[in-house]
């Protein structure tokens, strides 16, 4: 990285700047950075489960590699030195660490199968993992489940921990277009167009599960209308919507732990 570059980086406020106005290699640290801040959020809010999640973004030089955590290493600790970059073949190519079996399969059939996408969620969290083994999608009965109202897609079989290529390619065909995916008694995966879009999804559809499994707790909860449920889609699932509302959480977790950017 030259001279130039570098006073640039130190200049940018990165989170704020569109990537489509950054050098590629700024836009490559910006998407680190983003990163590494999306899993510290992740360590935040108790979505680690022993060595199981994984979030990935794809990189703007070589869009055939997707920087991801390495295994084993904590959500609450990553930061950007310690993210490993990673072709769709599974060869480390950049940085030290282990890979995560599923995380190269499920990612990198993603990425090959949606050149939109610049990032995947995914972790073992309480309330995805338990609403997955119901094996449905979920219901428009809140404003924020909107979101994913037809928008949303389900792997409704369970057959192992998906390490096999086959297993990846029938996980990234069941996804589709769509910005969300249940997989039955596993939990559930959220893409974007950034880091922020696709960590908001991931954040908001758990909160949703919670909030459906505690209204069916409660009694007969009663679903938005159709319409209405497609209408407000589009008011609170769009890109902008995601990247938007995940502002706050970064900003927070920025504040502090900025160590995360080491």
Request: with cysteine.
């Amino acid at each position: 990285m030259n001279e130039q570059t570098n006073q640039l980086i130190m200049n940018a406020d990165l989170a704020e700047m569109p990537e489509s106005s950054l050098s590629p290699e700024v836009e490559q640290l910006q998407r680190k950075q983003r990163l590494a801040a999306a899993l510290r959020i992740f360590g935040k809010f108790g979505f680690d489960e022993g060595v199981a999640g994984h979030i990935t973004v794809r990189d703007p030089i070589d869009p055939d590699t997707f920087w991801v955590n390495p295994m084993g290493r904590s959500f609450k600790l990553v930061s950007v030195s310690d993210l490993i970059r990673v072709s769709h073949s599974g060869d480390i190519v950049e940085g030290k660490g282990l890979l995560n079996g599923a995380a190269f399969t499920i990612h990198s059939h993603i990425h090959m199968a949606r050149p939109e996408v610049t990032a995947a969620a995914h972790a073992h969290s309480v309330y995805g993992k338990t609403w997955s083994s119901l094996g449905r999608l979920l219901d428009p009965l809140t404003q924020d489940a909107c979101a994913f109202y037809a928008d949303l897609a389900l792997l409704d079989d369970y057959t192992g921990v998906v390490v096999s290529m086959g297993e990846g390619e029938r996980l990234a065909e069941a996804l589709g277009d769509k910005k969300a995916i249940v997989l039955k008694n596993h939990g559930h995966l959220t893409v974007g167009e950034s880091v922020d879009e696709a960590l908001w999804w991931y954040v908001t559809f758990e909160r949703s599960c919670q909030a459906q499994l505690m209204a069916e707790a409660a009694g007969d909860p009663c679903p938005i209308p159709h319409e209405m449920a497609l209408h407000t889609a589009g008011q609170v699932g769009s890109t902008l919507a995601g990247w938007f509302s995940a502002q706050p959480l970064f900003d927070v977790i920025m504040a502090e732990q900025p160590d995360l950017l080491e």
